[in-house]
């Protein structure tokens, strides 16, 4: 290599060289990375839909790499303890953050500077995995059947019932608010450590409903454990065509959490390219499709560059709806 520049003038020379150095350090490290173990950080407890698809990523991930992907559960906060967590972590590739609206958007805007990072300057975004309406579910035992029935009894037994959330400042607390706000019906927040433990109380009967991700819901749905009154997109979905939507009965009501991949700040580019890539790679099995279209979920994937712009402007959506509905930390 050094016979290629020695005909530069030496500044030049030098500064080729270094390029150069950098360049093949870079691939090095590309090529090198996993070696060890990766810890997938959860920002919810165990049994909600995050922790479902870090769960199968983890897995398709060891597949393609070789090595354990080791799923870590961390909760509180609308996942914003998580994701500060990660964001203090080493910026080496070694500790991900399986990322959604709540804890990188909806949080750091109900919280503010107490979120404990800054999700804009904190974190790397490296890709959407997924996208999805949540679904609008009661307990069967509640006598509704559709939204403007569930709208007429919590008028009706106004401030009586409730709706659970997997935690205060969350997208799924988010659409309930939003709910009340539409509708003016007045109805009682019970925050959990989780979107599992919320539909186990709801499956118990502890709680009325709630908005939470298809991916745990459904099979309690097919199973007669809970039921299934809308879906929070704008629209029906083609997974649930005859399903109706929320805004159907509450116009301008529409709440679509998306998923995916994050990394602390200062993480080296060529880790952070790898880390894209092997997402895309893992978005196009057919497996993967599968296993989260069955749930509801549409896959889905883009560039670092694409998600950091995309997070950005989720962010401004979600400061203004919190700050319009006037959502205080709990």
């Given at each position: 290599?050094?016979?290629?520049?020695?005909?530069?003038?030496?500044?030049?020379?030098?500064?080729?060289?270094?390029?150069?150095?950098?360049?093949?350090?870079?691939?090095?490290?590309?090529?090198?990375?996993?070696?060890?173990?990766?810890?997938?950080?959860?920002?919810?407890?165990?049994?909600?839909?995050?922790?479902?698809?870090?769960?199968?990523?983890?897995?398709?991930?060891?597949?393609?790499?070789?090595?354990?992907?080791?799923?870590?559960?961390?909760?509180?906060?609308?996942?914003?303890?998580?994701?500060?967590?990660?964001?203090?972590?080493?910026?080496?590739?070694y500790t991900i953050l399986i990322g959604?609206?709540?804890?990188?958007?909806?949080?750091?805007?109900?919280?503010?500077?107490?979120?404990?990072?800054?999700?804009?300057?904190?974190?790397?975004?490296?890709?959407?995995?997924?996208?999805?309406?949540?679904?609008?579910?009661?307990?069967?035992?509640?006598?509704?059947?559709?939204?403007?029935?569930?709208?007429?009894?919590?008028?009706?037994?106004?401030?009586?019932?409730?709706?659970?959330?997997?935690?205060?400042?969350?997208?799924?607390?988010?659409?309930?608010?939003?709910?009340?706000?539409?509708?003016?019906?007045?109805?009682?927040?019970?925050?959990?450590?989780?979107?599992?433990?919320?539909?186990?109380?709801?499956?118990?009967?502890?709680?009325?409903?709630?908005?939470?991700?298809?991916?745990?819901?459904?099979?309690?749905?097919?199973?007669g454990k809970l039921r299934l009154l809308?879906?929070?997109?704008?629209?029906?979905?083609?997974?649930?065509?005859?399903?109706?939507?929320?805004?159907?009965?509450?116009?301008?009501?529409?709440?679509?959490?998306?998923?995916?991949?994050?990394?602390?700040?200062?993480?080296?580019?060529?880790?952070?390219?790898?880390?894209?890539?092997?997402?895309?790679?893992?978005?196009?099995?057919?497996?993967?499709?599968?296993?989260?279209?069955?749930?509801?979920?549409?896959?889905?994937?883009?560039?670092?560059?694409?998600?950091?712009?995309?997070?950005?402007?989720?962010?401004?959506?979600?400061?203004?709806?919190?700050?319009?509905?006037?959502?205080?930390?709990?």
């Open positions: 290599m050094k016979r290629i520049f020695a005909s530069f003038p030496a500044g030049l020379a030098r500064a080729a060289l270094a390029l150069a150095a950098v360049a093949m350090a870079s691939g090095a490290l590309a090529q090198a990375y996993p070696s060890r173990s990766v810890k997938l950080v959860v920002p919810y407890a165990a049994g909600g839909a995050v922790d479902m698809m870090g769960r199968l990523f983890a897995k398709e991930l060891n597949t393609l790499n070789g090595q354990p992907y080791v799923v870590e559960n961390k909760g509180g906060a609308g996942g914003t303890i998580a994701a500060a967590e990660v964001a203090r972590s080493a910026p080496d590739g959604a609206t709540g804890p990188n958007v909806i949080g750091p805007a109900v919280y503010g500077a107490n979120a404990g990072f800054d999700p804009l300057k904190d974190l790397i975004p490296i890709s959407l995995i997924a996208t999805t309406p949540y679904v609008l579910v009661t307990h069967p035992g509640l006598p509704v059947k559709t939204v403007p029935e569930l709208i007429a009894l919590a008028k009706a037994r106004a401030g009586k019932m409730n709706y659970a959330s997997s935690g205060s400042g969350g997208p799924d607390h988010l659409a309930g608010e939003l709910f009340k706000q539409l509708t003016g019906a007045s109805i009682v927040h019970v925050p959990y450590k989780g979107s599992g433990p919320a539909l186990n109380d709801l499956v118990a009967g502890q709680v009325d409903f709630t908005f939470v991700s298809p991916l745990p819901a459904m099979p309690l749905v097919e199973g809308a879906v929070t997109s704008k629209q029906r979905t083609a997974a649930m065509s005859s399903v109706p939507s929320v805004s159907e009965s509450v116009p301008g009501f529409e709440v679509a959490p998306w998923y995916g991949f994050f990394v602390p700040a200062g993480t080296p580019p060529a880790i952070v390219a790898r880390i894209s890539a092997d997402v895309r790679k893992l978005i196009a099995l057919d497996e993967v499709q599968q296993q989260l279209r069955k749930r509801g979920i549409d896959p889905s994937t883009n560039t670092p560059q694409e998600f950091a712009a995309f997070v950005s402007a989720d962010l401004a959506k979600w400061t203004k709806i919190v700050k319009d509905a006037g959502v205080k930390p709990e």
